[in-house]
């Protein structure tokens, strides 16, 4: 099994290609990303956004090239790798029929946490629902339902954090909770952030990156980017289409 | 330099996945209540089929494809209600986002499928005998009728399992499992149904008929478990 360096860099991918049939949703995208950054990735939708999370992620192999997250190969070490990453989606990847508290405790013995039940209560309490831990999650609201994805998503304290448009569907107050809550790990993790708010992926990089039909059109260093250009740059692509 | 984390051992996830299943299960019964169901409403079938074969009419004769009828259409329904569970909210991918070797999950999904599948027998069977094999007792001992009951199932519930895994995946999936599973099941069906009419029927020779049958049957389960857990990756993967 490979172990990660602590110099590896948090994300490394290299001449990607996911297709689907004659279709690229992926077309040659490389990067580098250094461990502690926090990516934010815009573009029109089809522009291969998701489908670049869901290869990162190990949930889609690509059709070419490579990708390495916190050093660990996609395909051939996918479940090493699995074990340091953490997924928070619009979707709350969670079972409706289970409380908050069985959830997350079935979540922990499939990562094998230590001392689940010390775990489960420390991310409940952090993000305010211990007191909700025995409810069903098919009587959540939206927000809450968010906030327990990210305790989902956290438990088994992976190095990068994936989120997928997290702030689809939330109302301000539960968007601001998100804020706090990502504020308060910001500093433990890599974060790569799928975004169609450009105010607010931009707040929250340090590197951006813009796709449209499955290519890299700009990525950068925020400290690099201007934001009126980057606007531009980005509203440029909205009419491209999907890849 | 960081050290990658002891990996879990697969035997916990195992269980782990299993004892979710039965636990969302008791709670909102919905596999076995609609497996129940259909299972009575195929008997009621039956009756009402049967009502006018006039009381020369030896059941036995074709007590066990009944059986077995009612089994295949009953798992059918449960094992696409199964995996929908997972889907719902995305569940699926953050099972496999977890690191878990994909035939954990399968066999964990089978045997829940399995449990639930049996159960369904268990309350299956006595109300067709009481109903239909009244005065007509079977030529073998019960415990040959669950054997082969047994055999049977493990090769619906696997390849059911497997099936209903693409059906939640692909676009109109829920025809894969009614499309394939009776063409993929047939020869382990044809090996069941033999097995439970040798042991119902009786006569000359029914015990090697039925070991006969239930080696079979078992033969071909293992060949079509082996077949599904080399292809499970491919299913529920990229």
Request: some cysteine; proline content about 4%.
């Amino acid at each position: 099994m490979p172990e990660a360096r602590a110099d590896t860099l948090a994300v490394e991918v290299t001449d990607l290609v996911r297709a689907f049939g004659a279709r690229k949703a992926l077309d040659g995208v490389s990067l580098e990303l250094p461990q502690g950054a926090f990516l934010s990735i815009f573009g029109p939708n089809g522009a291969g956004k998701t489908t670049l999370l869901r290869v990162l992620t190990t949930l889609a192999n690509p059709s070419k090239g490579t990708a390495k997250v916190a050093g660990f190969d996609v395909v051939a070490d996918a479940v090493e790798l699995r074990d340091r990453i953490g997924l928070i989606s619009h979707n709350p990847l969670l079972y409706p029929d289970l409380s908050a508290e069985e959830n997350l405790l079935f979540f922990s013995e499939m990562y094998g946490v230590d001392d689940p039940a010390a775990r489960v209560h420390e991310l409940l309490t952090a993000v305010e629902l211990d007191h909700r831990r025995l409810d069903l999650v098919r009587t959540f609201s939206r927000g809450m339902l968010q906030r327990l994805s990210i305790a989902r998503a956290l438990l088994h304290r992976p190095e990068v954090l994936f989120l997928d448009e997290p702030y689809s569907g939330l109302d301000p107050h539960a968007a601001d909770i998100l804020d706090q809550l990502i504020a308060s790990v910001r500093a433990q993790h890599t974060f790569v952030m799928v975004s169609h708010d450009l105010t607010k992926g931009l707040e929250l990089c340090s590197h951006a990156l813009i796709l449209a039909k499955g290519k890299v059109v700009l990525f950068d260093s925020r400290d690099n980017i201007d934001a009126d250009e980057f606007a531009r740059t980005y509203r440029s692509t909205v009419g491209m289409g999907v890849a | 330099m960081a050290k990658a984390p002891a990996r879990v051992s697969s035997w916990r996830q195992f269980k782990a996945i299993l004892k979710k299943d039965i636990v969302m299960e008791l709670r909102t019964k919905e596999m076995l209540t609609s497996m129940t169901l259909y299972t009575l409403l195929t008997l009621v079938i039956y009756q009402i089929a049967l009502s006018q074969s006039g009381s020369g009419f030896d059941i036995r004769l074709i007590a066990a494809g009944l059986v077995w009828l009612a089994f295949v259409f009953t798992s059918m329904l449960g094992l696409n209600r199964s995996l929908v569970h997972e889907k719902d909210q995305g569940c699926l991918e953050a099972l496999l986002l977890s690191p878990v070797d994909r035939p954990v999950i399968f066999f964990a999904k089978a045997i829940g499928n399995l449990i639930f599948l049996m159960i369904v027998e268990v309350l299956t069977v006595p109300i067709f005998a009481v109903a239909f094999m009244s005065g007509r007792p079977i030529a073998g001992p019960f415990w040959m009728i669950a054997l082969s009951a047994v055999v049977g199932s493990i090769g619906i519930a696997g390849v059911g399992t497997f099936l209903a895994t693409m059906a939640v995946n692909a676009r109109g999936g829920s025809f894969i499992l009614s499309v394939l599973f009776i063409p993929l099941m047939y020869p382990a069906l044809l090996a069941a149904v033999a097995g439970t009419s040798a042991v119902v029927l009786g006569g000359d020779g029914y015990q090697a008929a039925f070991w006969q049958s239930v080696g079979m049957g078992a033969g071909i389960d293992a060949i079509m478990l082996l077949a599904v857990f080399a292809l499970y990756e491919f299913v529920v993967g990229a």
